[in-house]
C-alpha cells in the first residue's frame, strides 16, 4: 500500500480549500474565496527547486510535492490572479540588491522582508533561512543561476525551467493587471503606487543604474562559461550533487510528523544542515591529508580533486563558443524561449513606464550589445524568429538600433521613431555590412528582411519601381561584400562561414519573395506560409 506524503496532502488541502469557494460561485451568489497566506506561497516557490524535494529527493513520492506546489502556484493564478494573492508579498527577496551583494556567502544573513508573516509562520529553514527568496541574492541571480544550468546542469536545468515559466508567466500577469489599474485610477499618485508595486518593477528598481541593468542582461544571456558561473552562482548549497543510494536510506530512516499549528511541515528540510554536518566530519580528514594528495598529483599531471568535484557534469557535451549548434549553446529552444519571453517583458515595461525602469532607446542599446556578438544562427533566433515575440514596433527599432554598429554608423539617431517606405528605401535597403566577413553581411540581410515584414504586416509597403532596384542592388551589394577575402580559415571559422553563407542566402530568398508577392498581388499571409516552408 502507497504512503500518502504528508506535503503532498498539505498542498492538495490547499488547492482544494481554493477551489472550494469559486467552483460554487455564478454571477448572483458569490462565495469567499479562501487564498493561502503569502507564507505558503513563498513556500511553495521554493519547493519547486529546492534540490531536497527534486534532484536530490528520496523518492517519486517525495519529488511529488514540488509538482503539487507548482500546480496550487498556478491554480492561485488562474482562479484568484496575482494581485489578489499578494505575490508581491510573497515572492519577495529578503534584501535586493543595488550593485553586488554576497552577505550570505560571507556568512552575514540579509535582514527578513519587512512584511507582516508572524502569523501562521512556517518554522522550517526551508522556509526561512534556507528559501530561494534569501538564498538568493535577486530574481536576476536567481535567472542567470537557471540558464548557467540550462547549458552546464542539465537535471537542474529540468526543474528550473518550471520555476522560471511560472515566474514569467506571473511577472506578465501581475504588470498587466496593475496597468489595467493605474489607468482607472482616480490620480496619477494612486496611478505610480500601483505600478511600483508590481512585481516585476520590484525586482527591476534596485538596478536603476546602467550597470545594474547590464547585469540583467548578463543574467539572460548567462552561457554557462566560467565567467558566467563565477557571477551567477547555485542557489541552494551543493545544489547540482545527486543523491546516493546511501544518503537515501539514511532519509528513509528520518520520519517527521505534519504539524500545521506548530508551523511544522514534515519533511521539509534543508539538506544544508546534513551537508554541513558531512563537511565538518570529512574537514579534518582532508586537512590532513589535502597537501600529499595535491603535491602528489602535481608530481603526476593529474587534475586536483577539487576540480574534479566542481567541474560541470555535463561540460564535456557543451559544444561552447566554438560549437555551430546556434540552439544548444544557449541551452535549447526552452531556454531560448524563455530568455526572449524576459527581453520582451522588459521592453513592454520600458514602453509603459519608462520613468521607473528606462527609455526603450536605453533599454535597445543593451539589447544591441548582447545580441550584436552572437553567432549567425543565434542571431537570427533573437532577431528574425518564425514566432516573433517583440511587437512590430519594437522589432523594428531593435532592427534598426542593431544596424548601426553593423553599417559602421557613429551617429545614434533615433531608431524608436516610425519607419516609413522612403526612410527603408533611402537609408538601409542599399547598405552592406561594415566588414567584408559573410557572418556581418548576414546579420545585415537578415535585420533588412524584419524591416521589411514589418511594414508589409502594418500595409505600409507598396511595390514600386524603385523599392524594386533597391532591393536587388542591397542584396547583390551584401553579396559581393561576402565573397571569400583570402584569409585562411580553422575548420571551425569554416562551418560557422557555411552556416552563416546559408543564412545569407535563404534571407536574400525571402526578400525577393516580398517583391515577388507583391508584384502578384498577394497578401502577407501568402507571404507568411512561403517563408516558414524555407
Not at 516610425?418 to 556581418?440: F, H, I, K, R
Amino acid at each position: 500500500m502507497e504512503t500518502l506524503n504528508p506535503n503532498s496532502q498539505a498542498f492538495s488541502l490547499l488547492s482544494s480549500i481554493l477551489v472550494s469557494g469559486t467552483s460554487q460561485s455564478n454571477t448572483e451568489h458569490q462565495l469567499p474565496t479562501y487564498i493561502p497566506a503569502p507564507q505558503y506561497l513563498s513556500l511553495a516557490g521554493t519547493l519547486i527547486v529546492h534540490p531536497s524535494q527534486t534532484t536530490r529527493a528520496a523518492s517519486a513520492d517525495a519529488n511529488r510535492a514540488a509538482n503539487d506546489a507548482l500546480n496550487l502556484l498556478r491554480l492561485v493564478n488562474v482562479t484568484v490572479g496575482t494581485v489578489n494573492a499578494d505575490l508581491a508579498t510573497a515572492f519577495a527577496f529578503a534584501s535586493p540588491t543595488k550593485g553586488r551583494f554576497r552577505g550570505w556567502r560571507s556568512g552575514t544573513k540579509p535582514a527578513p522582508p519587512s512584511r507582516e508573516l508572524d502569523d501562521g509562520a512556517v518554522n522550517t529553514d526551508i522556509a526561512t533561512k534556507g528559501s530561494i527568496w534569501q538564498r538568493a541574492e535577486d530574481f536576476w541571480h536567481v535567472v542567470g543561476w537557471a540558464f548557467n544550468c540550462s547549458l552546464a546542469w542539465k537535471k537542474r536545468w529540468e526543474r528550473w525551467k518550471l520555476w522560471l515559466d511560472f515566474m514569467v508567466d506571473t511577472l506578465n500577469e501581475d504588470f498587466d493587471e496593475r496597468l489595467r489599474q493605474a489607468k482607472d485610477a482616480q490620480n496619477g499618485h494612486d496611478a505610480q503606487d500601483l505600478l511600483k508595486e508590481s512585481l516585476i518593477l520590484q525586482y527591476l528598481l534596485p538596478c536603476e543604474t546602467r550597470t545594474g541593468r547590464r547585469r540583467i542582461m548578463r543574467a539572460i544571456f548567462a552561457d554557462g562559461d566560467t565567467k558566467a558561473k563565477n557571477e551567477f552562482k547555485q542557489i541552494f548549497k551543493n545544489e547540482t550533487k545527486e543523491r546516493t543510494s546511501e544518503e537515501a536510506a539514511l532519509s528513509d530512516r528520518k520520519v517527521k510528523k505534519l504539524n500545521i499549528d506548530q508551523g511544522e511541515f514534515a519533511d521539509y528540510v534543508d539538506d544544508d544542515d546534513e551537508d554541513e554536518k558531512e563537511e565538518q566530519v570529512k574537514g579534518t580528514l582532508d586537512t590532513q591529508t589535502r597537501d600529499d594528495k595535491a603535491q602528489s598529483l602535481a608530481n603526476s599531471g593529474q587534475d586536483s580533486p577539487i576540480e574534479i568535484l566542481e567541474s560541470s557534469p555535463d561540460e564535456s557535451e557543451w559544444p561552447g563558443k566554438d560549437g555551430t549548434n546556434g540552439m544548444e549553446r544557449l541551452g535549447g529552444m526552452d531556454s531560448i524561449f524563455l530568455r526572449q519571453r524576459l527581453l520582451a517583458l522588459l521592453a513592454k515595461v520600458a514602453e509603459s513606464t519608462p520613468a521607473y525602469f528606462t527609455t526603450l532607446d536605453d533599454l535597445l542599446d543593451l539589447y544591441t550589445e548582447f545580441i550584436r556578438s552572437l553567432s549567425t544562427p543565434l542571431f537570427s533566433i533573437f532577431v528574425a524568429p518564425s514566432t516573433p515575440y517583440l511587437s512590430n514596433r519594437v522589432q523594428s527599432c531593435l532592427s534598426r538600433t542593431l544596424l548601426r554598429p553593423l553599417l559602421g554608423l557613429s551617429d545614434r539617431g533615433n531608431d524608436t521613431t516610425p519607419l516609413d517606405q522612403t526612410t527603408l528605401e533611402n537609408d538601409y535597403l542599399l547598405c552592406q555590412a561594415n566588414s567584408t566577413t559573410v557572418s556581418d553581411n548576414a546579420k545585415v540581410s537578415l535585420l533588412m528582411e524584419v524591416l521589411l515584414r514589418n511594414l508589409l504586416n502594418s500595409g505600409s509597403l507598396r511595390l514600386t519601381t524603385s523599392l524594386q532596384q533597391t532591393i536587388e542592388w542591397g542584396i547583390e551589394a551584401r553579396q559581393k561584400s561576402a565573397e571569400w577575402d583570402g584569409r585562411k580559415r580553422t575548420s571551425k571559422k569554416q562551418k560557422a562561414e557555411e552556416w552563416s553563407e546559408m543564412v545569407l542566402s535563404l534571407s536574400a530568398a525571402r526578400i525577393s519573395a516580398i517583391v515577388d508577392a507583391l508584384s502578384a498581388g498577394k497578401d502577407k499571409s501568402t507571404f507568411e506560409v512561403w517563408t516558414k516552408s524555407k
